[in-house]
């Protein structure tokens, strides 16, 4: 058996995917809210879990893991039962680390420059600049997903994966990044059958109730 693990997330956070994850998975967890509105991110407490500063980070019996992409992976593999992942394929299972690679590499990305300009320059007319482009390219970002990477009624087609726990975190910033759901029927669709499984509600109820840990 497996140790308990433990989840630092953030309310909101990409740290959402991996505690929707987690709780498809069946496992046995922990959760530990990080907060930020007090920068608690950057404290030495949470910097000794997370030298990053950022979530989430997962607790294992064998020490600490960051990144949506490998948290995930580790889950689906960790628990195979679940069927988060194609396991017993190589390729498909590439293929859907492919997809999880372009949503944290590019779309997150895209949704960062209008939050986190900051990153990237110091100039305010250059970070205004950025934030004015994220509603286009977040659009774009989704219509690609739409258009050649949804295979089914889930990313991979007919069988639910942790890509669909991602998919549907990112796909919750859209109308805050001034892009609504509605032009985007097929992701629309999407976000509603992931957020209509009793697993996904029991992470969102769990993320909203989270005390404050670190």
Known sequence: ??????????????????????????????????????????????????PKGR???????RGILTESLAILGYIAQSFPAARLAPLEDPFAFAQMQGFNSYIASTVHVAHAHGRRAARWSDDPAAQATMQAKVAQNMLECFQLIQSSMLKGPWVMGEAYTV????????????????????????????????AGRPAVQRALAQEAAGTTQV
């Open 55 to 61: 979530v989430p980070a997962l607790a294992t019996g």
């Open 163 to 194: 890509a669909d726990c991602y998919l549907f975190t990112l796909s919750c910033w859209l109308e805050e990044d001034g892009v609504p759901l509605a032009k985007l029927p097929a992701i629309q669709a999407h976000h509603e059958r992931v």
């Open 1 to 50: 058996m497996l140790p308990m693990l433990k989840l630092y997330y953030s309310p909101g956070s990409c740290a959402r995917a991996s505690l929707i994850a987690l709780a498809e998975s069946g496992a046995d967890y922990q959760i530990s809210r990080v907060d930020f509105s007090r920068n608690a991110q950057r404290e030495p407490e949470y910097l000794s879990i997370n």
